[in-house]
């Protein structure tokens, strides 16, 4: 009896279905698409791919979502997400109830909320909503894209703590705190800090997440507009994404995906 199998890795024709759906696809060179399909062989390969709520998997859906992890760790160790065990897809937006902190400080909230994606903590699932993961590919909100955000904060916990802060090289730490501190501080006091989103100010963990989308999607901007968050982004990831270009898919390739933004 075989005891262990290897699940299956990239589905044929993967390049054709990236070039088609991830707009960031384009804008990598040869061998950072090389390691790309590498990682995401290796993610489809080596977790556990689940459907939820009457969804059905198929080989795009799991390559779109691990495409867009792989990103993340284009320059890094794919051990930085073992704690990824699971990626459980829904078809839509989940909605989920239960008492939680309301808008106004101090107090609480029961209503129904909508939520694009989540990342539990340890070795719990990354769990996602397909049409936000195809909006996030086609860049149909330009810096906002679930499978980014959610795997970040995967990142994040890699150290056992979900504080903004993932496994950083020593020599970064100290400018990381100092320049993250001085954008978080100020959204929280309500200072815009664009392109940072106001989601950021939720908690230093949030922040990482939305500051890694805008790094990856909206980079440019982020370069030109806070060049010390950029800079610190840049010695984590050991990426420089301002320098790629174009983003966007080759016009008339995208199909629509929801416009809603992400949280
Ligand atoms: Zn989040």
Redesign the pocket.
Known sequence: MKLTSRRPGLPAGAVDVLEQHLALWHALQDQEQARLLEVSDHLLASRHWEAARGFALDDTTRLLIAAQASLLVLDLDVEHYRLVSAVVVHPTTLQTSGTRPGLVPGTVTDEPMSVL???QGGRGPVVLAWDQVLAGAHRTVPGHNVVL??F??KLDMADGTVDGTPLLPADVRADWVRVCTDVYEDLVRGVPRPPMRW?GA?NP??FF??ATEVFFDRPRELRELEPALYDVLVRFYRQDPATRQPLGLPSGRAGSGSGRPG?
């Open positions: 994606g989540l990342a955000h959610e970040a904060h989601y939720t963990g949030e997440a939305v949280p």
